[in-house]
């Protein structure tokens, strides 16, 4: 009786043991996983965004067949931007582009083995830009020909697309004996963007310009990119700053948000406004390297969103908005924030930005997208007197939520081009002078002026 429960014994604390261990294993997979940062490609404000390329066979050839390649941007806010896309496969089988309109592959590669009629390039894993504008007329498309950028679908959705024409060779002539290409690679122009699988779909159909007839592709197949902040760049590139009417405390971008001063081992890091040496840094070997040269900060951000409640009415309150660029490397053409604040669904007007409002959750009006008016303030220029834009914005008051206490009054979150600015820490945010401490402190003013009088 005594072994049995002794063996019971040792199998039970045998059995905790093993499960304590997989607890603490468990346990240590989740810590781990919270501390190494996720390269998701969701976001939350855009959940079903993302970039797809899809490819419609037109013809047959002897050899293969003639495709229309188009990149569709189906992302609300996130845009390509100059020196534009850069589009990168592998193929199947020892296919070759013979030919393209619209586009062209970067290198032509090995061709040694053709005689005659040589293809425009001949490489496994070739990789394709857009065509310059200017391109003669003989040379494009429709949709081609914009230096790869794309702009937003909800900024300018005449714009969002690109597409070129390519003519592959040694490839399969039908349906069946065609093989999609893999390993399909998109940079935007640098790194960020993950695209899965080439999925085979039904054939795109073509509506003519009468309506009155209907074609379709011998053959389609998509490809779906999506983008993830932490790919395309380790360190932020924006913060936001916050300021109030009722608070003569300015906070600033946590300091370090985008990187350090460290000019002991990174010299050149960052430029001083007021350098006599601006202009020769500026113009010096990297100023075709799209690197950002930051003017010195605190903050090292080349973007800085500021957010300043201004003034306070009976039954509206303004916001001015003011987006400085500290890069002296770039221009942002096509700039656009998204911002979340819960009184944008009653924002009665706004100055000199254009606004659309964003419903991410469904029936909560919570989020906008601002970006600004052509040819007026579309175009942030470069770190300078001129790198700035601003805007003013006026809310109508709902008297059930608003408030200036607790920092209601700033926004809960910012994007800029699509990258999530960094915010300060909550508790710094400017907050309401306490008035319940002057009412006491005036009462109990009164109180002994009352009691003074009394004993005179």
């Not at 005594?2 to 240590?28: C, E, R, Y």
């Not at 002991?264 to 100023?287: F, H, M």
Request: with cysteine; proline share 7%.
């Amino acid at each position: 009786m005594g072994t049995d429960l002794s063996s019971s014994t040792s199998a039970v604390t045998g059995s905790m043991g093993k499960l304590a261990t997989f607890a603490l294993s468990f346990l240590f997979v989740l810590v781990l996983s919270s501390l190494i940062p996720s390269t998701e490609a969701y976001d939350s404000l855009d959940p079903n965004g993302n970039i797809t390329i899809k490819w419609d066979v037109m013809q047959w050839t002897p050899d293969g067949y003639v495709a229309v390649v188009t990149i569709f941007n189906f992302q609300q806010y996130r845009h390509i931007q100059a020196p534009g896309w850069i589009l990168g496969w592998t193929w199947a089988k020892k296919e070759v582009i013979w030919s393209m309109v619209g586009a062209q592959t970067t290198e032509q590669g090995d061709c040694s083995r053709f005689k005659g009629n040589t293809p425009h390039c001949c490489k496994k894993d070739p990789t394709v830009v857009d065509l310059l504008p200017g391109t003669p007329y003989n040379q494009q498309i429709a949709n081609c020909c914009k230096g790869g950028v794309i702009n937003s679908w909800v900024q300018d959705p005449a714009n969002a697309a690109s597409s070129f024409q390519v003519s592959v060779g040694a490839a399969g002539t039908t349906n069946k004996t065609v093989r999609v290409p893999k390993n399909f690679t998109l940079r935007a122009p640098g790194p960020g963007y993950t695209c899965g699988i080439a999925k085979i779909v039904k054939p795109t159909k073509f509506v003519t310009q009468d309506g009155r007839r209907t074609t379709q592709a011998l053959m389609t197949w998509n490809v779906t990119c999506t983008y993830s902040q932490f790919l395309a760049q380790k360190t932020p590139t924006c913060c936001v700053s916050l300021s109030s009417f009722y608070n003569d405390t300015i906070v600033n971008c946590p300091t370090c948000t985008c990187g350090c001063q460290n000019n002991a081992t990174q010299p050149g890091s960052c430029v001083e406004g007021d350098s006599p040496y601006l202009a020769s840094v500026i113009n010096g070997p990297g100023k075709n390297s799209f690197t950002p040269l930051v003017q010195c900060t605190s903050h090292m951000c080349p973007v800085r969103v500021h957010w300043h409640v201004k003034l306070n009415y009976k039954e509206y309150w303004r916001v001015k908005i003011a987006i400085t660029n500290f890069n002296y490397r770039m221009n942002y053409t096509q700039w656009n924030l998204v911002i979340q604040h819960p009184n944008f669904d009653n924002l009665t007007q706004l100055f000199s930005f254009n606004y659309k409002s964003l419903t991410p959750y469904g029936g909560i009006n919570d989020t906008a997208m601002l970006w600004g008016v052509k040819y007026y303030n579309d175009f942030l220029m470069e770190a300078g007197p001129y790198g700035n834009v601003q805007s003013e914005l006026l809310f109508r008051k709902d008297p059930s939520t608003f408030t200036f206490e607790k920092g209601w009054a700033f926004p809960r979150r910012i994007y800029f081009n699509g990258d999530n600015c960094v915010m300060p820490p909550p508790d710094s945010y400017p907050w309401l002078p306490n008035a319940a401490t002057r009412l006491t402190s005036t009462m109990m003013m009164a109180l002994f002026a009352a009691l003074a009088w009394l004993l005179i």
